[in-house]
Every structure is written in structure tokens, then in C-alpha cells.
């Protein structure tokens, strides 16, 4: 009896976890499928749209370390409300968004404030899920966690289709209000067991990692409005990487610093982890985004459609997540997430190779492959990295993978868009269909860029391969607490 009710205290858990999470997550997927109809209403830039989800990743990526920081000082609950309550205001302020000269600045700001709010409650919630199972049933956890905050963030673009289509898009944003209000009802009613560990900000590795990141991922996304020999350009890429480097040297000198980068280089399968998780997300975002846009750009599909035929992706991917966490607790992380790289590999080249035909029934074998390739990964990569850090500093630990993760979605979306948009500069209005000539080229040239994308993030999923294969290790890990 007691067992058994230990176990639904575990799950309990997951009552005001998983709306906090899918909200979070749920934002990724909702406004990509509702990005052209918000572009042509607003009369939004290329690359502006493109920062709709970009500037959402990229500060997402920029914070969550420092919102891990905080978690372990503060308390990982405190954080999570306090990140709940900002995301679901800025939230409410992109839907407000006035449809004047000042709507691409306001959107975009606002979308960086909600990346902000994201990054507090990431990295706690979980933790917060993690500390709630013991280390043999870590990979069930949260395997089961992702699986069901997937399932929100799949019903995401079909949500976000019909209310783009049939009411505003404006309420792709607004919809996440009540939801935040259903998870912080959810945190009074749950007993948490949470511990603070006082300890230093590190204020000046902030600043550096934030001002690093963003430069550079600026001028990489800003290459396709700038040039590429722009010294604009130029200036904010050099300077990004340098800062980073600096930031490196800096937090190897601090006491307590925002990511222990000596401790990360003496653990080397935690360091792998990381640079895997970069890789994976690098293709993750941008597949979902350019993806959705091809149904709509390339195929002519309204949102609601093209919401649907993005979805086939995540049939694949909630089978291979709980196949994946099952082969994490039973063989350790290496099966699962070597077979999931290979996997995408695969997936991307045959979707990619699928995109010309600009038919929708012609790409489902590349994404329900790729699906299950992402989901083998994802949850395991997540899962062995924390399994790899002491309890004290798990906050921090979850937030530098996020970090990895989220870094790496805004690096694809900026790098692999800059690659869409070179072969398809005229894609704004297109969102009713590739009629004409004119439409026909446009439909053509998008799913010709796009093709070379995927043929890209494939070439950058078998290098992973490799990297998983000759640098994580065999077996399951000892010792975890």
C-alpha cells in the first residue's frame, strides 16, 4: 500500500508539470504554423518572420543556465511559478501585438521576454520531475514527462491552426493564459519536496553567455538581409564567438561560476551529452518549422492542413520516446541515442529527397522515419545528463544542457533558414497556394531550398552518429543519486 502510493506521489507530480512544460514547449510548434498568416498580417519582414521563433529560441538558449542557477539557489518550485507567471504575461502581450509600424519590434520583443520566462521554468521543472523517481525508473520518468508534454506540444499546430484559420492568431498566444493558470492551481494543491542551495550569482558569466549567444546567432540569421560580406555581419558573428571564448576563460577563473566548464571538461560523457543535444536541436526546430511552411508555401495547404500533416512527425516520435527510455534503463544511453542519430539520418535524406514532388502523401515515409529517429534521441540524451550531476547543482546542470538544446535550435533555424531563404526570397503572400506561374516558382524554389536544408541537417546527423558511437560510453551509469 505504501509502495503504491509512493508511486502515485510520483506521477502527481506531473499534474502542474506537464502544462507548465507543454506551454513552454507548445510555443516552438503553435506559431510555426500560424507564422505566414501572422507575417502577411502585420506585414512582417523575412527574417522577421524567421525571428518570431528564432529571438523565442536563441533567448531561451541565452537564459536557461542562469535560470538552472537560480532554481538550485532559490528553490526549484519558486522558480518555476516565478517563470510560469512571466511567460504567460508576455504571452498575453504578443497577442496585443498593434498591427502598425511597431508591430515587428513589439512581436519580437515580446517573444524574447516569453523565451526568458521559459528559461526559468525549463530546467527546474525538470528537475523537479527527476527528484521525484528514484535513479532506476529516471528514464521511464521522463520518458513518460516529455511524452505527455509532447502530446500538448503535437496538438500545438492543430490548436494554432484553428484559431489562426477560424478566429485570430493573436489567440496562439492567448490560449497559454488559462494554461498557466491550470499548472500554478496544480502547485498549490501538489506537495513538492524542494530544497534551496544559497550560493553567488554569477551576474558577469550571464551577461557574457547572453551577449555571446545572441550576437552570434544575429549575424547568422541577419546574413540573408545583411550579406554575408557585410561588416554588420561580419562584426556580430566575430564578436559573438569571441565573447563566448571569453566567457569560457572568465568562468574558468570564478569560484562559482553559471557552468562549471572545468567540471563539464573532466566529465567527459556529460560534455558529450551536451554536444550531441546542440546537434540534435540544431535540425529539431528548423524541421518542424520549414516543414510546416512547405505545406503551406509549397503544397498550398491552409493551416489547419498543413497543422495535420506536420503531426504525422509526432506518431513516430511518442512510440520511439517510450521504446528509447526503455533501452536507456535496461542497456544505458548509448543504444538508444546512437540508433536515434542514425535513424535521423536517414529520416532527413528521404524526406528531403520527397520535398520536390510538392505533394503532401509523398513526404510521410521521411517524417514519420525522422519522428522516430528524434525520439529515440531526445529523451535520453536529456536523462543521462542529469543523471550525470550531483543533486545540488541538477537546477544549473539541466539549464547548461538546455542550453546546448535550445542554443542549437536557434544556430538551425538561423543557419538552415539562411539556406531556405537563399533559394526562395519571395515567399511572403504565398500562404494560399503555389497558383501560376509565379506561385509555382516560389512553391519550387521554397522546396528546393528546403531540400538542401535537409540534406544538410542529415550530413550533420550522421557526423553525430559517429561522435555518439566513439565518445559516449557503453552500459548503464553507477552510483546515481
Known amino acids: 500500500m505504501e509502495a503504491s502510493t509512493r508511486g502515485y506521489q510520483r506521477y502527481r507530480v506531473l499534474w502542474p508539470l506537464v502544462p507548465a512544460m507543454a506551454m513552454v514547449m507548445i510555443d516552438f510548434t503553435i506559431v510555426s504554423i500560424s507564422a505566414t498568416t501572422i507575417q502577411q498580417d502585420l506585414g512582417l519582414t523575412e527574417t522577421g518572420v524567421q525571428w518570431l521563433v528564432t529571438a523565442y529560441a536563441l533567448s531561451t538558449a541565452a537564459f536557461i543556465a542562469l535560470g538552472g542557477r537560480l532554481g538550485d539557489i532559490f528553490g526549484h518550485k519558486r522558480i518555476v511559478a516565478i517563470g510560469i507567471i512571466t511567460f504567460a504575461g508576455f504571452s498575453l502581450l504578443c497577442g496585443l501585438t498593434p498591427d502598425t509600424s511597431a508591430a515587428e519590434p513589439w ?31 529516471r528514464g521511464k520518468g521522463l520518458a513518460i514527462f516529455f511524452i505527455v508534454a509532447g502530446l500538448f506540444t503535437a496538438i500545438g499546430p492543430i490548436a494554432g491552426s484553428y484559431l489562426t484559420q477560424y478566429w485570430t492568431w493573436r489567440a496562439i498566444f492567448w490560449i497559454n493564459v488559462p494554461v498557466a493558470l491550470i499548472s500554478l492551481t496544480e502547485f498549490a494543491l501538489v506537495k513538492i519536496p524542494d530544497v534551496a542551495h544559497p550560493a553567488k550569482i554569477d551576474w558577469g558569466g550571464a551577461f557574457l553567455s547572453v551577449a555571446g549567444m545572441g550576437l552570434t546567432v544575429l549575424g547568422i540569421q ?35 561560476p553559471l557552468i562549471d566548464i572545468r567540471e563539464m571538461v573532466a566529465s567527459r560523457p556529460y560534455l558529450v551529452d551536451c554536444l550531441l543535444t546542440l546537434a540534435l536541436f540544431f535540425t529539431w526546430l528548423a524541421v518542424f518549422f520549414f516543414g510546416s511552411q512547405y505545406f503551406q508555401v509549397s503544397v498550398g495547404q491552409n493551416p489547419t492542413h498543413a497543422g495535420f500533416s ?14 528509447g527510455g526503455g533501452m536507456l534503463d535496461k542497456f544505458g544511453p548509448k543504444h538508444p541515442v546512437t540508433l536515434g542519430f542514425a535513424v535521423l539520418t536517414v529520416g532527413l535524406y528521404l524526406w528531403g529527397n520527397e520535398l520536390t514532388t510538392l505533394t503532401d502523401n509523398s513526404t510521410v515515409l521521411g517524417m514519420l522515419v525522422t519522428g522516430a529517429g528524434f525520439g529515440l534521441a531526445m529523451s535520453s540524451l536529456n536523462t543521462d545528463a542529469l ?7 541538477r537546477g544549473v546542470a539541466s539549464g547548461v544542457i538546455q542550453s546546448f538544446r535550445n542554443f542549437g535550435s536557434a544556430l538551425g533555424m538561423a543557419i ?23 506561385g509555382h516558382a516560389v512553391a519550387s524554389g521554397f522546396a528546393d531550398g528546403l531540400q538542401t536544408a535537409f540534406y544538410v541537417g542529415a550530413a550533420l546527423m550522421a557526423v553525430a552518429f559517429v561522435g555518439a558511437r566513439l565518445f559516449m560510453p557503453a552500459g548503464k551509469q553507477e552510483k546515481m543519486e
Open 222 to 256: 541577419q546574413s540573408s538581409a545583411w550579406g554575408w560580406g557585410s561588416p554588420a555581419t561580419i562584426i556580430s558573428i566575430v564578436g559573438g564567438v569571441v565573447l563566448l571564448v571569453v566567457f569560457v576563460v572568465y568562468e574558468n577563473r570564478q569560484d562559482e
Open 310 to 323: 506536420i503531426l504525422t512527425m509526432f506518431y513516430s516520435f511518442f512510440i520511439a520516446s517510450r521504446i
Open 416 to 438: 538552415l533558414g539562411t539556406i531556405v531563404l537563399a533559394n526562395s526570397p519571395t515567399v511572403s503572400g504565398t500562404g494560399s497556394g503555389p497558383g501560376g506561374a509565379a
Open 387 to 393: 543523471n550525470r550531476a550531483p543533486a545540488k547543482s
Open 107 to 137: 512581436i519580437i520583443a515580446c517573444r524574447v521576454l516569453q523565451g526568458i520566462g521559459g528559461a526559468l521554468l525549463i530546467p527546474s521543472t525538470t528537475v523537479l520531475v527527476l527528484n521525484s523517481f528514484p535513479p532506476a525508473e
